[in-house]
């Protein structure tokens, strides 16, 4: 995050994810992880690098698979001010076909 108006307000942050493709029909539901890193410009009080953790699912809504629902719910593991966190994302790989394409 990098907030243009007041840059030490900002964040870096690195995430590393894994996903376990089971089968070869792209039309199910596979688990994942990710693992983020997220160190604040200007940190108050608690750990400088905050680390949480993000099990998740990624859901095939196309036949091709280009398009998927990503589910999870983010964990924090180190000193953060938040419990937990939910996250849902739309994922389209556009360079396998058009948004509305294998339905």
Request: hydrophobic share 45%; glycine share 10%; charged share 20%.
């Amino acid at each position: 995050m990098l907030p243009l108006d007041d840059l030490d307000l900002g964040e870096v942050e690195v995430a590393a994810a894994l996903h376990h493709r089971w089968t070869p029909w792209p039309r199910r539901v596979f688990p994942g992880v990710e693992l983020v890193a997220r160190t604040p410009f200007l940190s108050g009080e608690g750990d400088r690098m905050q680390w949480s953790v993000l099990p998740q699912v990624r859901i095939g809504l196309t036949r091709g698979g280009h398009v998927a629902l990503n589910i999870g719910i983010e964990a924090p593991l180190s000193d953060q001010d938040w419990d937990w966190r939910g996250h849902m994302v739309l994922l389209w790989d556009f360079a396998d076909g058009s948004l509305f394409k294998g339905w």
